[in-house]
Every structure is written in structure tokens, then in C-alpha cells.
Nanobody, 113 residues
Framework: QAQLVESGGGLVQAGGSLRLSCAASGSIFSILTMDWYRQAPGKQRELVASITGSGSSNYADSVKGRFTISRDNAKNMVYLQMNSLKPEDTAVYYC???????WGQGTQVTVSS
């Protein structure tokens, strides 16, 4: 069972930047597609960005051009660089493997006006 630990969230003003990190366990990390999700209070969880083991990425329209997902397979890490943050980006952000069912605790991102 893979374990995922998210970090890097915090409070930032609109227009600012944050980099989220996801530390993963497991020897098969390098071949796993990894996703970043977010969930705001009272809203459904949404897929923000995905990256395949080979590095191909996709983004939700709401973050395209502002967020960048990346990975370092040697370190079992996934990152989400978030630039030009908006108040509507406020949410708990989760890293997720499509192979394993468990979710981590997430990391809170709060963007003030």
C-alpha cells in the first residue's frame, strides 16, 4: 500500500505562488500516473492536474497556464507549482495514485483577496 504525504500549503495573497510537494512510498512509483486533486468547502473534489510516469501532463481548464505538475522519480516526489493564485484556488489539495485507494490528509491552500 502506497503512502502519500502532501506538504507546502499555506496562506498567500492573490497573485502569489506556492509549490506543493507529495512524498510517495513504493517501488513502483516511477510507473504510476499521479494526480493532484483539490476540494473547497461545500464543493466536490476536482481533478486539478495529472502526470504519467513518463512525464506527460494534463490540467483542468481552471488552472491551465498557471499550475505546473512535475515529478522526480529518483526521489519519489510529485510537485505542483502554483502561480498567479486566485481566491477560487482556495482548497485542500491532495496527491493521489490511481492504483491505490487511500487518500492522504492533504495540504491547505488559502488565497486571500
Amino acid at each position: 500500500q502506497a503512502q502519500l504525504v502532501e506538504s507546502g500549503g499555506g496562506l498567500v495573497q492573490a497573485g502569489g505562488s506556492l509549490r506543493l510537494s507529495c512524498a510517495a512510498s513504493g517501488s513502483i512509483f516511477s510507473i504510476l500516473t499521479m494526480d493532484w486533486y483539490r476540494q473547497a468547502p461545500g464543493k466536490q473534489r476536482e481533478l486539478v492536474a495529472s502526470i504519467t510516469g513518463s512525464g506527460s501532463s494534463n490540467y483542468a481548464d481552471s488552472v491551465k497556464g498557471r499550475f505546473t505538475i512535475s515529478r522526480d522519480n529518483a526521489k519519489n516526489m510529485v510537485y505542483l507549482q502554483m502561480n498567479s493564485l486566485k481566491p477560487e484556488d482556495t482548497a485542500v489539495y491532495y496527491c493521489k495514485s490511481r492504483v491505490y485507494a487511500s487518500w492522504g490528509q492533504g495540504t491547505q491552500v488559502t488565497v486571500s483577496s
